[in-house]
């Protein structure tokens, strides 16, 4: 019964418009654009910082660092990874091998 309620009776909640509307203004208020002004301002001194930033390179030339060593794994395939076209109806992708026949006939 509470499934029913909660399902079919029970009202969704109002969402949000998710387009926003003109507000009839023909220019930024001054909010706005000192509000821009300061995102502006902060971003360049974010981005100033940035450029400062020295990186240090002594770790390349540590022993440990130098001692590292790939051990990274070759992997083969062994033949067996599925069928050729795994859409395909089954029985549709059998793949038929031709046999090699004597071309002189056999006598028994």
Request: net charge negative; glycine share 4%; hydrophobic share 40%.
């Amino acid at each position: 019964m509470i499934l029913v309620y909660i399902f079919f009776i029970k009202k969704s909640p109002e969402q949000p418009a998710l387009i926003s509307t003109f507000s009839g203004e023909a220019e930024p208020s001054a909010d706005t654009s000192s509000q821009s002004s300061s995102i502006t301002k902060d971003f360049l001194t974010l981005l100033l910082n940035v450029k400062n930033i020295k990186l240090d390179n002594t770790i390349f030339s540590d022993v440990a660092f130098s001692n590292l060593r790939d051990s990274s794994i070759v992997l083969i395939p062994d033949g067996t990874e599925g069928r050729p076209n795994p859409f395909a109806p089954f029985g549709s992708d059998v793949i038929v091998l031709p046999i090699n026949t004597p071309t002189s006939p056999v006598t028994p």
